[in-house]
Structure formats: structure tokens, C-alpha cells
């Protein structure tokens, strides 16, 4: 919503709206002009001196009785979700949009990243902030705009790709689709969507994407794949754009050889894991696709500084008894998340050759830890000792009987489950050791807690 609100404002638009509570979201836009109230209430919608023409709103996330939605229903004022938006704000320009269950926030900063290297001054709409320029939207200055395409609520359908990238395709969001089949179904819908002369970008490692490259190519759509050598090898029929051909994990992240049409790039990923280097190959592609310099956009991936809340660094503690211990905090809340964040961590602390790995994971949704709690068990084992907190409940309504117990259960290394959100910093310590890597994880409050935490370990 605020990437949104960015950029009407860049565009000379008024802007009002609402949040629960002050963050630290609200102060940059309310310096470029945005009026934003902290509470939801009825009178909100006359923060400008009268009323909207429009009110943008997440149907996921905000309730039908919000004060605001019903005085806004009453005065006929429409209602529309932020993807009908976004697609509005898309019209006019090369549209380069990323797609798949998980990676799209790095896979989308990386190709924002990229194209600024290569000069291209892109807008885009982030679902997160890059680490470097501090913000997740941006009214560019090019013809090419980038943004996340998000199938959580079949929203991606909205778009008119002219490149359109999927990641991954892995069953999520089943309280919304019911079924698999149906989830498989919208990422078909969507490259049906892909204009004349575009083209779909696939993940040859994935073999749902790669699969969904596959059935594109016989309805006569463009696709080109990325993805190692033995991925490409598995799916011969589609072109393989973007060859990983040499990964390799060093202390200051992941070097990597990729191949586009031919070249052999060399880059260093400052963020571990060899899904890391997946989805930089993307990023390479779909800039070059954009008309980007390969070079230059080489050299903006190796630039890449992150994004917040993907493995991003809280800090190292010097001296002391946990001296060398490191804290990071992520986002990750699906199991395939989580095995390719402790992956990664695994590997960055086998390269500094000492520690071990420390996670403090807090399960997101009663629906999805009903539907993966033995896949976050299988997962979190990666880690050398968990601490689990209770459920964030986010939407939904807390269900009778079911707590984060149900993934402690299937946890086969070192687990503790802590209710007490504030007794997790003291747990932590109770554990931790010189050297440690140690996560906070999840997509709820837990990302209070990495700073604290690295208070605590400094002493």
C-alpha cells in the first residue's frame, strides 16, 4: 500500500489514509504529502477537506466492517483493491512483472537493482525495502515498470505482462483456492496473459515452473528458462536462456558463473544461498529482456545489497562471550522458505569454518501451521537449536487446540516453544555461543526481536 501511495504522490495525486499504529512506513510518506491518520475511523476519509474519488484497500488484510469501508460504501465512493491499482499505474509501460510462490520480493528488488546499474531508471512496486535506497516504490524516469505480480489472492490476473517471470510454483494460500489444482491454474492463467511479443521466463530448477514453460511453449507462447545445467537438461524444450554453470559459497555471500546467450558472467551475491543465485540469473534475464546492458547489469547484481527482512544482517557482536555471533532476521513463512534460508545459513557458517545455527521461528496462519506443521518440523531441523513461538495469527481467528506445539512435535533437533513473545531474547541467550549465526523468522512480530536480541548478545 505505501509503494502505491509513493507513487500517486510522485504523480501529483492527493493522498490520505489509515494505519493501526505509527511505524516507521508512515514518517517518509507523510514528508513527501501523504496526510495519514493513525486508527481507523469513519471521519478518516475527509483527511484531504472532502471526500476520496476512490479508496484503495487490501481485502485480505482489512476487514468489511472497517469503519471506514462502511462510510465508504454508504457514500458510494468505490472500493477497489490495490492490484486494480497497481494495474492502472502499469498502463503505458513495458511491464516487467514477477510471479511464484516464493522468492518475488528478491527476485523483484535484484531486477529493480539491475536496471538502475544499466541506467534504465525503472519504476517499481516492491513488497519490500531495498537495504540501500531505503524504499519499496519508486516513479521512474524509463519506459520499464517492474512490480511483484502476488497469485496470494488470484490478483497476478489483473496484469498485462510484457515479461512476466515465475520463480517457483508450490501450493500456498489453500484457504483462498481450496485446492491444488486450482493454485497450478492461476500461474496458466497468467502467462496467458503475457501481451504479443512477450515473453514468459521460467525456473528450470522448479519443476512446477518448468512444467508451466512447457504447456506455455504448445499454446505458442514465447519462454525462455533459467536454472543450473542439470535443471536445463530436464526440460529440453525449453530454450535455456540462463545457465548457473559454477556456485560457490564464500564468507562474504555466494560467487557464481552464470551464462546468457553465450557469456559468461561472473558475480558475487552478498546474500547466501544458491536460491540467491537462481533468482539473480532471473534478474540478469529479465533486465536484458528489458533491452539492459548485460555487463552493467552484471555489475548492479554484484552491487546487490539486499532487502529488508530477506536474510538481512541486524549485526556481529565484537568481543565478549558471544563474540563472532551474528543476527539476522527473515521473512520466510512456508516451509520451502525456511529449508532455503537455514540452507544458506549452514552454508555461510561452514564457510566462516565455526558456530552453529540458532533460529527463532514464529509459524504465520492457524490455516497454513495446520496444513505444514510436519514440513516446518522437517525444515527448522536444519538448524542446530529452535526456539518456536506461538502462531501469529494475522487475519485469522485463533482455532481451539492447535498452537506452534504441533511443529514442536517434528522438530527432531534441540526445540523450545516459548509463549511468552518477550521471554524469546533471554532463551536465546540461554543458547547461543561465540560464532553463532543466529535467524529470527517468520512473517509476523517476530521481527521485533532481532535487534533486541543483538542488544542482549552485546551485553
Known sequence: MSGVARILLAR??????????????????????????????????????????????????IPQDNPELVRAREEGIPIIRRSDLLAELLEGYRQVLIAGTHGKTSTTSM???????????????????????????????????????????????????????????????????????????????????????????VCLDDEHAGALGERSLDKGIRVIGYGTAAAAERHPSVPAAAVVTRTEVVAEGTRATIDIDGRDLDVVLRIPGEHMVLNGAAALLAGHLAG?????????????????????????????PFDGAAVFDDYAHHPTEVTAVLTAARERVKAAGRGRVIVAFQPHLYSRTIEFHKEFGQALSLADSVVLLDIYGARERPVEGVTSQIIADNVTVPVVFERNFSAVPARILEIAGPGDLILTMGAGSVTMLAPEIFHELRG
Open 292 to 320: 539492459g546492458d548485460l555487463d552493467r547489469l552484471a555489475e548492479g547484481l554484484s552491487d546487490f545489497s539486499g532487502v529488508r527482512r530477506r536474510f538481512e544482517l541486524h549485526g556481529i557482536v565484537e568481543g565478549g
Open 12 to 61: 501529483g495525486k492527493t493522498v490520505t489514509g489509515s494505519d493501526v499504529k505509527e511505524s516507521r512506513t508512515l514518517l517518509p510518506l507523510r514528508a513527501v504529502g501523504a496526510r495519514i491518520a493513525v486508527g481507523h475511523k469513519a471521519e478518516n476519509l475527509e483527511l484531504s477537506g472532502q471526500l476520496p474519488t476512490v479508496v484503495v484497500t487490501s481485502f485480505a488484510a
Open 111 to 201: 531486477t529493480v537493482v539491475v536496471m538502475q546499474a544499466a541506467g534504465m531508471d525503472p519504476s517499481f512496486a516492491i513488497g519490500g525495502q531495498l537495504n540501500k535506497a531505503g524504499i519499496n516504490a519508486h516513479q521512474g524516469t524509463g519506459e520499464v515498470f517492474v512490480a511483484e505480480a502476488d497469485e496470494s489472492d488470484a490478483s497476478l490476473l489483473r496484469y498485462r505482462p510484457d515479461v512476466a517471470v515465475v520463480t517457483n510454483i508450490e501450493p500456498d494460500h489453500l484457504d483462498f483456492f481450496k485446492t491444488e489444482e486450482a493454485y497450478f491454474a492461476v500461474f496458466d492463467d497468467f502467462a496467458a496473459r503475457i501481451v504479443e511479443g512477450g515473453t514468459l521466463v
